[in-house]
């Protein structure tokens, strides 16, 4: 996987989801997040079998999570009991231009901007969640990271994926950014590929889960 790749996701990320600041370990970043069910994170930028067995035998807390860059038949064949296979999707980039991004007949966009993260939103006519996504910008001439990609099922088919992504596209341009990444869905890739971007490589997600008698016992 690519090193640079990874780095920008991961700054970018916690700009976007105001996690903590990323701490560098010797194969990767672990990233304090505080959410229930999602305390901790651990990227891990180049695995091989022998890491991920040590991490997920050492790692014991409930609600942390290891981001792997492996396909997820992989992580499932070396990972300690205790860890569930979560997401699978995969890390993608792209070089940045401005385009046109215009909302068709009937939706709104609506964007803003704080803490180093620009938002956009489509809306119907009559205010209803469309589609929404947003972008990290970690400083000026940064790579810019996307995420939080989502389209409505009411609204799927309709270009508004699309608009959001070069909505956001246009905004990190005029921000300095010349280059983007993000961490797509399997069902996301299709679109992203579409708009050009390229696929760096598989990435998956295990979590470690509570024990038995503690989940039981709602500890």
Avoid: C
Avoid at 79 to 85: C, D, H, I, Q
Avoid at 133 to 156: C, K, N, W
Avoid at 203 to 211: I, Y
């Amino acid at each position: 996987m690519d090193a640079e790749a990874v780095r920008s996701w991961v700054e970018g990320w916690v700009v976007s989801r105001g996690a903590a600041p990323p701490v560098s370990e010797p194969w990767g970043f672990t990233i304090d997040v505080g959410l229930s069910g999602h305390v901790t994170r651990h990227v891990v930028t180049d695995a091989d079998e022998s890491l991920v067995r040590k991490l997920t035998e050492t790692v014991t807390v409930p609600g942390t999570w290891l981001k792997i860059f492996l396909p997820p038949q992989t992580v499932a064949s070396w990972a300690a009991p205790g860890w569930r296979l979560a997401d699978d999707g995969f890390l993608m980039s792209t070089p940045l231009r401005t385009n046109d991004a215009v909302a068709p007949d009937g939706y709104q966009v609506r964007t803003w901007a704080r803490g180093g993260v620009t938002r956009v939103l489509v809306v119907t006519e009559d205010s209803a969640f469309a589609a929404r996504g947003q972008i990290a910008l970690p400083g000026p001439g940064r790579t810019a990271v996307f995420d939080q990609i989502e389209t409505s099922s009411a609204y799927r088919r309709r270009g508004l994926g699309s608009l959001v992504m070069r909505t956001l596209e246009n905004a990190a341009v005029a921000s300095g950014s010349s280059s983007a990444v993000l961490a797509g869905t399997v069902d996301g890739r299709a679109l992203y590929e579409f708009l050009g971007w390229r696929t760096l490589g598989p990435m998956t997600s295990v979590v470690r889960e509570a024990p038995p008698q503690e989940q039981e016992q709602g500890i």
